[in-house]
């Protein structure tokens, strides 16, 4: 199993586009503002299906859930292909976040039954940080294939329908999941006792103030992350654009050749970042202090990519992108193992899609505040925002203590 749990990772991160969506979309004459409204239109459906979708995915089936998202995934990739209107830019990212909101929290609380099955859990950020470094070499790989596509000329749209192909043979992974994995309710559950189900799980992340910092942690790291994490492509772009190197190639393959190359190495150490997550836990002697230590490290690198871009050396601003990258990648299993320690197997995939619901309010309330600094001063002032919301954040947590 440990290997089809690598494989949905491997697969799943074969978004072909993700390394130039940012592009894609300026070149379809968006402002950084409307990319922040976008995504945060994303976030808000992410939001509104996130907890009952993982209700009821351990209610109803989690192999289902995750079929299903995947299927809405690939709807979204046909419309972002042919759209020619800000409307269906939106339905495609309708169609994105549906899928977002029935694959987030699912797959993990599958890893977790199974361990939990085989007497493992001790194993849980060892396995979960190995799965998501496979899921970084699909990024790795993703990126490269993506180039070159764009490189040979088939322009950024035309990346998505690509990406259809590895979700189809995702989806027939994950049909091969053994069936107790599935963990749904046999006596057929009515709309009233998902809802229960849900209310009950709901109040527990709240007055267990273990679950509750743990969340406003994932929020505030995650949000500020995926908000702002896209504007490597801009500073790529910008990077390319005025090195003398190729001189007779046109700007948009340039730009693809860097981002190749760059991208392929960033998550080529980010699935070295995750499998040996537990090893930084180790290292520090505890989760909390984990997570800590790793916001108070990207705060300080967004805060010197601030400065690298305010004195135009984006070669360094680069640099602190993929550090943060790779950061990620390292709190990501340290968290998702916290979550583990603090919920039942009933109760964990709700769980996981209520820090994933959090996580959508801050990128909700983040990316078009991001974009507005990006649109009006400069991008530099996006990414200070970013590190001073995690300083502020340390800094109030330090006081309570």
């Known amino acids: ?50 907890i009952p979708t993982g209700a009821i995915a351990d209610l109803y089936g989690r192999k289902k859930s995750l079929i299903f998202a995947f299927m809405a995934y690939i709807f979204s990739f046909l419309i972002f292909t042919y759209s020619s209107s800000i409307f269906l830019l939106y339905l495609a990212m309708f169609l994105f976040g549906v899928g977002e909101s029935f694959r987030s929290g699912t797959h993990k609380a599958m890893i977790f039954d199974y361990l939990r099955s085989h ?22 790989v993703s990126v490269l294939v993506g180039a070159s596509i764009v490189f040979w000329g088939a322009g950024y749209k035309n990346i998505f329908i690509y990406s259809i192909i590895p979700y189809l043979i995702g989806i027939i992974n994950i049909a091969l999941y053994p069936s107790y994995l599935d963990q749904k309710n046999e006596t057929g559950t009515t709309i009233k006792e998902i809802f229960k189900h849900l209310i009950k799980t709901t109040k527990k992340c709240w007055h267990s103030i273990g679950l509750r910092h743990l969340i406003l942690q994932s929020t505030l790291y995650e949000g500020q992350f995926r908000s702002v994490k896209d504007y490597l492509q801009i500073l ?68 010197l990519s601030t400065i690298a871009v ?7 601003a680069i640099i602190c992108f993929i550090l943060i990258f790779n950061l990620q990648n390292v709190i990501r299993p340290i968290m998702t193992a916290s979550y583990d320690d603090l919920s039942t197997s009933q109760e964990q995939a709700t769980i996981l899609s209520v820090e994933s619901q959090a996580n ?6 983040m990316a078009p505040m991001l974009g507005y600094l990006a649109d009006h001063y400069s991008i530099a002032f996006a990414f200070l925002f970013c590190s001073l919301i995690l300083f502020s954040y340390l800094i109030l947590r330090k006081s309570e203590n």
């Not at 586009?17 to 592009?23: N, V």
């Not at 180790?282 to 108070?296: A, D, Q, V």
């Open 1 to 50: 199993m440990i290997f089809q749990f690598s494989l949905y990772g491997f697969l799943k991160n074969l978004r072909f586009f993700e390394a130039f969506l940012f592009l894609f979309l300026r070149d379809k004459g968006l402002s950084f503002t409307d990319i922040g409204l976008l995504l945060a239109f994303k976030e808000i459906l992410v939001n509104l299906f996130n």
């Open 119 to 140: 007497n493992r859990l001790s194993d849980k950020t060892l396995v979960y940080g190995l799965t998501r470094s496979w899921s970084q070499r699909g990024s790795a």
């Open 236 to 303: 790529i772009s910008l990077m390319a654009a005025s090195l003398p190197f190729f001189l007779t190639i046109e700007s948009e393959r340039k730009t693809a050749i860097f981002i190749g190359i760059i991208y392929f190495v960033l998550y080529l150490l980010s699935s070295y970042a995750s499998k040996y997550s537990h090893k930084v836990l180790k290292y520090y002697g505890s989760e909390e202090k984990s997570i800590r230590k790793i916001m108070l490290i990207t705060g300080f690198l967004l805060l």
């Open 310 to 316: 305010f004195t135009s050396h984006l070669w360094a």
């Open 360 to 365: 959508s309010v801050g990128i909700f309330i």
